[in-house]
């Protein structure tokens, strides 16, 4: 089992920056790549950023790509996601994804996370 806590929403306006935070504990070595989603009222979940836990390697939205940072720190066990020039159309309830559900994994893909955290919430104001 792996446990994720999310931490840094809030409301912020547009232009301005957010750190989320993504605590990891129980078996985190059986993870391998650490995601974020974003739900926004009535849409789908989506995916913003990942990051391979082994090698670093990361990978982004078109829609976050140049804002958004995606970053670990093996150590604490923890996955940051640094948010600048944040707009309007962030707003959503960010959440933490780690392990594999089994089968092909697709890392954009929300069904292929096996762990998530409850959520914390960014709204940005214009």
């Known amino acids: 089992q792996v446990q994720l806590v999310e931490s840094g929403g809030g409301l912020v306006q547009a232009g301005g920056s957010l750190r989320l935070s993504c605590a990891a504990s129980?078996?985190?070595?059986?993870?391998?790549?650490v995601a974020w989603f974003r739900q926004a009222p009535g849409k789908e979940r989506a995916f913003v950023a990942a990051i391979r836990w082994s090698t670093g390697s990361t990978y982004y939205s078109d829609s976050v790509k140049g804002r958004f940072t995606i970053s670990r720190d093996n150590a604490k066990n923890m996955v940051y996601l640094q948010m600048n020039s944040l707009k309007p159309e962030d707003t959503a309830l960010y959440y933490c994804?780690?392990?594999?559900?089994?089968?092909?994994?697709?890392?954009?893909?929300?069904?292929?996370?096996?762990?998530w955290g409850q959520g914390t919430q960014v709204t940005v104001s214009s």
């Open positions: 994804a780690a392990g594999s559900t089994g089968g092909a994994f697709i890392i954009t893909g929300d069904r292929s996370y096996r762990y």
């Open positions: 129980g078996r985190t070595f059986s993870t391998n790549t």
